[in-house]
């Protein structure tokens, strides 16, 4: 008995953290187009699982109007076995239903929708690696790229056959037909699991004053989506969903000031994870073209890099100093982010870290979760000034150091290698105000022998708040430039200089 309905019970505890995740923004000031969040609608069939609506509506990611609302279909399985392509989604059975197919249901629902509406296929299971579905799902914000499924003229052709497929199960008399029906399809495949939507539940829920509860054996909030189909209430616009958390006591003692999300991206994880939809297109950018999975394109120099990134985050702070930092980024882009918003430039920062198995912790220098200083040791290894600064926190990359400044680094006269003073961990910094304690005091010792004109090589093995925090100290270390390490051996398994800062 319990085989059948342990999942039946994680399938729902899937479909209501969704809904939370969504929900929690109709208590951001910084979203008020968001105006109401639904947890299983009454329509359109198949898209109904979490429906959420704008006023006005929000940009698209990938292509010109608005949003107006996103009808979202969820499906959560066992396990990670499952995989499909296009020819399921014209398949009643991929969907569960025994008549009608996805397909057929989002051409129903298009019938129906107001002008601009969105519709989401958000499925644990995988695209299948040589269908065609992999090129058309973009990999920005899932959307299907109507202009690759154009591509080829006959029915023949790659795309010409998912075409005829599709028009011939949908009884349309042409492509242009199709594509009308299909226009506004999102599909984001290999969605996360139920541990990390619970943790997304927690961190969004913080960001916006509420009650996280990642760390307690029973997730209260799968409890009180049962309690949300009893009471039937499933519809909260922003006062209702207000009102709601008020009469639970979800609000925290000390509500966390409003703050504008920022977001940065270099890594390509697929569809936009959900911490990153914190940042509002306008204020997200992405460089992802740039790179291939950690590394440079042929052709692309991190040089090239320094100044859009640097452009985009001073006209965020001339907007308004106070930012919440979402970096899906590489540890110099962290550095760089922090050199940009330094000190004297008056931002008021914090960042959003993400850790091991962990959606995102919000990290503050203020925050008061300090720890002890670090252990920093210095140690000559020639007559030249420059400084390499071999920082471990989550690994210590000391050995590594040594032997690439012993290859390729002559200017460098001293290697100064810090590690925290409880050991190197995942969990070796306790917070903001630790990592903030760890950088001020490499930059004091930095400062103290430092020779006139000398560059400062920064190697870093740690949290990218961590890599913020230390890049806001740049100006009192002088020229410095971090660097990345080529883990998977794609240039010549060491590191690469990236800005010079």
Sequence with gaps: MSNAVEPRWHGDNYQSRFFWIHAASLLDAERPEIVEVTFEADGPKAFDDVVVRYEPGR???TGPGRITVDYHQIKWHVDRSGRFGFEDLALPKFIGAETTSILERLKQAKDKAPKGAAFHLITTDKLKDTDPLNDLVSPIDGSLRLQVLKEGKTDRSRMGNVRRHWREHLRLGSDEELFAVIDGLHIKDNHHDLEYLR????????????????????FQYDEAAKQLKIKNLNRFDRAGFEDWCRKENWFLSKKPASRRSVAIRTFDPGATPADMLQALPDCTMTLTDNFHGRHLRDGVAWADLKQPITDF?????GDRPDMRLFLDAHASVAFLAGATLGFKTGAD??????????????????DGMD?????IHIGPVGDSKDVAVSIGLARDPIQQVREYVAGGLPEV?????VVPDGGVGQDAIKGGTHAATIATA???????????????????SGPNAFSFLLGQQAES????????????????????PTFSI
């Design 199 to 218: 943790k997304l539940v927690s961190l969004n829920f913080r960001l916006v004053g509420l009650v996280g509860a990642e760390d307690t054996t029973a």
């Design 313 to 317: 985050l001073k006209r965020m702070l």
């Design 442 to 460: 490499i930059a004091a010792a930095i400062s103290a022998i430092r020779k006139p004109g000398a560059t400062i090589h920064i190697f870093v």
């Design 371 to 375: 720890g002890p200083k670090p252990q």
């Design 59 to 61: 940009p698209s990611a």
């Design 477 to 496: 270390m002088g020229r410095c430039i971090p660097y990345e390490f080529d883990f998977s051996s794609h240039v010549n398994g060491s590191y690469q």
């Design 349 to 366: 920062v914090e960042i959003v870290q993400k850790g091991m198995n962990n959606p995102g912790q919000v990290w503050n220098a203020k």
């Design 413 to 417: 006269g001293s290697i100064m290698h």
